[in-house]
């Protein structure tokens, strides 16, 4: 049975995986009608809680959940409540006092999604917590790479950059495994966390070594801050040794599919070329993004009837 | 009184058998087969072990200042349900305990209202800030039995070094709590494969070997006495017998939870699970065992740290770090890890008795005729569950709720009084 909330791809069947990937197969064709709905979540309240400020993930599903006709309430929640004192437990069992049936929440210390299904009775969807995991991300990246390359199964899929940092990282290196693809990370030592093996995952020490091996590049993300807790020199020596640069896009294979979570830092860890070239799928992964979240909570909406609790 | 047929456990004399404690005047009269002095009351204590009264050297009672996490009189109730008849408190009250008449006040309040016996570890440095020496000599005068910082580690080793020389010179051990502050800052768990999977900060094993590395440096340079709270790391262990076995006056204390759990516990993301120092990994915990077994470390104490449930109902990184313990410790020292054959049950009573006791310099942790009769029964074959909710701590953030346990302890006498029976407490 599909589970009751979505916390983690760790948690996931490949089964449950391929499941939502079809049916966000099916979600893509809604767009190309004239009348882009369905009524599955009709009368039913989502709630899109955001601990941290995230343009595009929020948008994403706050567009899922009005295409399934649900009813949409935005809740950024700033530090300064935090400072206040209003405990998270709090605030969501305020929600769902209000009436909330899904929970999509945001926020900065991994396990938030995972409290929060204990403590209340609204369905949890993990819109990304700390550096655990980001589920619908990684699905979006399944779903994208499936789309490009027929496939995921076989592939050998490089993730570049921050991994110690990454729930994208996470949420990837799960689908990708169960998935039957070989995953392999490159970066700095200071930002590949201990014990990735433990997951099935190769490390490579040498970027070019990195991407002759790889089908699939996913590059993440690098935050300014990190040079303040010494995990870098600098932005400048980090594009030189890890940056997908135009100079390395040229060395890279014809069919190589080149990814980014966004938002990039561009002329960081990818160059303005590489973004644009045609083998990258950046911005169809933002398309892809809305598609796989609305299959998610579709197909959520389907346990709900199962337990005999829709309207 | 007369405690009537248990199997007496002694290891100070290496007694084990079936006697008779005859106890009178809050002191041990006579300890003998089949006593047959007539008593104003008789403890049946067939079936059950009788040992010293158990020890916990490293226990938090929160008071004074932070009376919502636990109190003198709850955590004491908490220790007399758990079979124990002695604490040695931690200073990182607030304020901290740092004064001679800070000291006093807990004493005091201990006397008034505590349910066993009360020692109290003075503060290292003045309010636990790691900056200038507390007034330790007057707080040795008041009784305190020790000098800690813990809870947080004294960065500055010039400063560490000259608070274990000044300690040395009243007599009174240094307790450590050894995690390096820079190397430990911003984590939430140990650093590994957990870690790394669950997406949490992580604190690598070295932020405590370093420390224990440093500090019996130090105690060797100044022969000092140098106590190491709760070691949770192999190479700890390493560090210490290699230093003991070269005659460093350094000794050693594990928590249950570092022999009983991993970082595995983490997952799922369990609040009560979040200690300081990290649940280490398996490598760690099957050496912690084997130096407890062989005398490397010397004592099991249960770093007992209460919290507020609405405190650990927060984010993990937000959540405070810390266990419950008192009512824990014996069921599976006595109980778990003698029947996993780690221990012998002498080894097993010595480590929550007579060790602790040597380790702080604290009377008790004897069963003898003329000594104080502070005695602990425990009963190795009831089987019960943890409840958070049953228990008689204030804090219900306990890592063993709902594993089923096997051995319980069934009486506890402080001074000649019995201050628990059969899982009752008893009043004044």
Redesign the interface.
């Known amino acids: 049975m599909w589970p009751k909330h979505l916390l983690a791809l760790?948690e996931l069947e490949a089964g449950d995986i391929r499941q939502i990937l079809d049916t966000a197969d099916a979600m893509r064709q809604v767009f190309e009608r004239p009348v882009k709905k369905f009524p599955t979540l009709r009368g039913r309240v989502v709630v899109n809680l955001f601990y941290e400020p995230s343009t595009r993930t929020r948008t994403s599903f706050e567009l899922a959940a009005k295409a399934l006709s649900a009813d949409v309430v935005n809740v950024a929640v700033a530090q300064s409540s935090v400072v206040k004192g209003e405990?998270?437990?709090d605030t969501a069992r305020t929600f769902e006092s209000l009436g909330a049936d899904y929970v999509v929440i945001r926020?900065a210390?991994?396990?938030?999604p995972?409290?929060l299904a204990r403590?209340i009775r609204a369905r949890v969807v993990n819109a990304g917590?700390?550096?655990?995991?980001h589920p619908t991300q990684g699905l979006l990246d399944l779903y994208t790479i499936r789309r490009r390359k027929g496939r995921v199964e076989g592939l050998n899929v490089l993730i570049l950059g921050d991994v110690l940092h990454s729930?994208v990282a996470?949420s990837d290196i799960w689908g990708l495994r169960k998935l039957g693809a070989s995953v392999g990370v490159a970066g700095p030592a200071t930002l590949l966390?201990?014990?990735?093996e433990?997951?099935g995952v190769r490390r490579f020490h040498r970027l070019d070594e990195a991407l002759e091996w790889a089908d699939v590049v996913n590059v993440l993300r690098i935050q300014r801050e990190r040079m303040q807790r010494g995990y870098l020199p600098s932005l400048r020596e980090y594009r030189l040794r890890w940056g997908l640069t135009e100079q390395r896009l040229r060395r890279l294979r014809e069919g190589v599919l080149i990814m980014h979570p966004g938002p990039a830092n561009v002329g960081v860890e990818i160059d303005e070329a590489v973004l644009t070239d045609a083998r990258s799928a950046v911005s169809e992964q933002v398309t892809n993004g809305v598609a796989v979240r609305m299959a998610v909570l579709y197909l959520m909406a389907g346990r709900e009837r199962e337990d005999g609790e829709a309207p | 009184m007369l405690i009537r047929g248990g199997r007496v456990i002694d290891p100070a004399s290496g007694t084990d058998g079936e006697l008779d404690v005859l106890v009178e005047d809050g002191r041990i009269r006579r300890l003998a087969a089949l006593i047959r002095e007539g008593a104003d009351q008789v403890v049946d204590a067939r079936g059950a072990w009788v040992l010293p009264g158990a020890i916990d050297i490293h226990v938090h009672l929160r008071e004074p200042g932070q009376e919502h996490k636990e109190r003198i009189e709850t955590g004491t109730r908490a220790a007399a349900a758990g079979g124990i008849t002695a604490v040695a408190c931690m200073p990182n009250t607030t304020p901290a305990i740092d004064s001679a008449p800070m000291v006093s006040h807990v004493q005091q309040v201990a006397r008034q209202r505590g349910a066993v016996r009360v020692y109290v570890i003075g503060a290292l440095t003045k309010g636990r800030q790691g900056h200038e020496l507390a007034e330790m000599g007057e707080m040795a005068e008041a009784g305190a039995v020790a000098f800690s910082d813990d809870g947080d580690t004294v960065m500055d080793a010039a400063l560490m070094r000259s608070a274990l020389l000044y300690a040395s010179q009243l007599g009174r051990p240094v307790v450590a709590h050894c995690l390096d502050a820079s190397l430990a800052r911003g984590g939430v768990m140990r650093e590994g494969p957990v870690a790394t999977r669950l997406g949490l900060p992580g604190i690598p094993a070295e932020a405590e070997t370093v420390i224990v590395a440093r500090d019996v440096a130090l105690a060797r340079a100044t022969g000092a006495r140098l106590h190491l709270a709760h070691l949770s790391t192999a190479e700890s262990v390493r560090i210490v017998a290699q230093a003991r076995a070269e005659g460093v006056p350094v000794t050693a204390e594990v928590t249950p939870h570092h022999l009983f759990l991993t970082d595995e516990a983490l997952s799922g993301y369990d609040p009560a699970a979040k200690v300081n120092p990290p649940l280490g990994s398996e490598e760690d915990r099957q050496a912690l065992r084997r130096a407890l077994a062989e005398g490397v470390i010397d004592a099991v104490a249960s770093d007992h740290a209460p919290h507020a449930p609405e405190e650990k109902a927060a984010e993990l990184d937000q959540a405070p770090f810390g266990a419950v313990g008192l009512e824990t410790m014996l069921a599976l020292v006595l109980g778990h890890l003698v029947r996993e054959g780690v221990l012998t049950p002498m080894q097993a009573v010595a480590a929550v008795s007579l060790r602790p006791a040597q380790v702080l310099g604290l009377p008790g942790g004897r069963l003898a005729e003329g000594e104080v009769a502070d005695i602990t029964l425990f009963d190795p074959g009831a089987a019960w569950v943890v409840e958070p909710d049953r228990l008689h701590s204030m804090g219900r953030n306990t890592p063993f709720a709902g594993w089923r346990l096997v051995g319980r302890p069934v009486a506890t006498m402080v001074g000649g009084r019995l201050v628990m029976r059969d899982g009752q407490l008893l009043g004044e």
């Open positions: 760790e405990s998270l437990v926020h210390s991994a396990g938030v995972h409290l403590t917590d700390g550096a655990h995991e729930r996470r966390p201990v014990g990735l433990a997951l």
